[in-house]
């Protein structure tokens, strides 16, 4: 039998794999996910199903994709659904309603204070398991099972020697650029630090740096692992690659006002991050040199190591 993985590429995508272990402890899985050179390089050498990268909230694209996943179910012995969002995981609740599939749906941990739209959907729907990461989001349709942020604690570290090495990324979001980010940090950082400015659909060309839109996972993460600084929008899989790899990264929250984001849900989870102290929360056009010169003395360190969880 086989458990079916669901999730959008980006930090929906990087919850689910940090959460695999403890929730799927099997090598059996048949990954649901789209194109992205970060989802390309995060599930080399696994079994992979491709949807569309759709836009927030195309409801009609959910039942092209229910279509398409009703075709998978029918080929492979799928025993159980997990997914951590976004919409696609509508596709996989209906094509797992239709065979009789037990399904379980983790809300994203970026939503700490409201539900997403696709867990608004399925706090509606009967006979599935819905999960929520912050103990206080429990209510009669959600329970607290796991996190993907247990288990980290921030240290003192000793300053960087030599020349800074900067990662300023934006994550993977092929809908919403951050301008306003990039644009500040280049107006202060030093000429002579190395930065990497990974910038999604941002339109920065006329600041005359080199930029990329997105790179591989592994790419990426050789990047932050080597970093002494790391900037980042309030998304999960931008701030949680960074912890994983020892860094407190300076967070910066997208506006919706501004046309960065669909919604406000960012501002919740920085908040979070900053509140246990595991991140510098900042405003776009906040950030300060002295801001980057805290952020590089410290680092993070995980402890224990997180038991299994069998969802329903």
């Not at 090598?27 to 390089?41: E, G, P």
């Not at 599939?101 to 706090?123: H, K, M, Q």
């Not at 929008?233 to 407190?248: D, P, Q, V, W």
């Not at 919604?263 to 980057?292: K, M």
């Amino acid at each position: 039998m086989t458990a079916m993985l669901v999730a959008t590429s980006g930090g929906h995508l990087t919850q689910l794999n940090l959460l695999r272990p403890r929730i799927v402890p099997r090598d059996d899985v048949l990954w649901v996910t789209d194109t992205t050179a970060q989802s390309t390089s995060m599930l080399a050498g696994q079994r992979v199903v491709e949807l569309p990268n759709r836009a927030p909230r195309a409801y009609f694209g959910i039942l092209r994709d229910y279509v398409r996943l009703c075709g998978v179910f029918r080929r492979e012995r799928i025993d159980h659904v997990y997914s951590t969002g976004a919409q696609m995981a509508l596709s996989a609740m209906l094509a797992a309603k239709t065979f009789r599939v037990p399904f379980s749906y983790i809300e994203s941990g970026t939503r700490v204070r409201e539900l997403s739209a696709t867990g608004r959907v399925l706090a509606r729907v009967p006979g599935i398991a819905r999960y929520v990461q912050y103990p206080f989001a429990v209510d009669g349709r959600w329970r607290y099972a796991l996190s993907v942020f247990e288990g980290f604690a921030v240290d003192p570290a000793p300053p960087p020697t030599g020349t800074p090495r900067v990662v300023v990324t934006v994550g993977g979001n092929a809908h919403y650029g951050f301008e306003r980010l990039v644009r500040h940090v280049h107006a202060i950082i030093p000429a002579h630090w190395s930065v990497l400015w990974q910038v999604g659909p941002s339109d920065v060309a006329d600041l005359g740096i080199e930029t990329v839109a997105e790179l591989p996972s592994a790419e990426l993460r050789a990047e932050i692992a080597a970093a002494d600084l790391v900037i980042s929008h309030a998304g999960t899989g931008s701030i949680l690659t960074a912890l994983e790899l020892g860094k407190r990264p300076i967070v910066v929250p997208r506006r919706a006002a501004r046309g960065e984001h669909v919604d406000g849900h960012q501002n919740d989870l920085a908040a979070f991050v900053a509140s246990e102290g595991l991140a510098l929360v900042r405003e776009a056009d906040e950030i300060t040199l002295a801001d980057l010169d805290d952020a590089v003395r410290w680092r993070v360190t995980t402890v224990g190591d997180p038991e299994p969880v069998l969802l329903d």
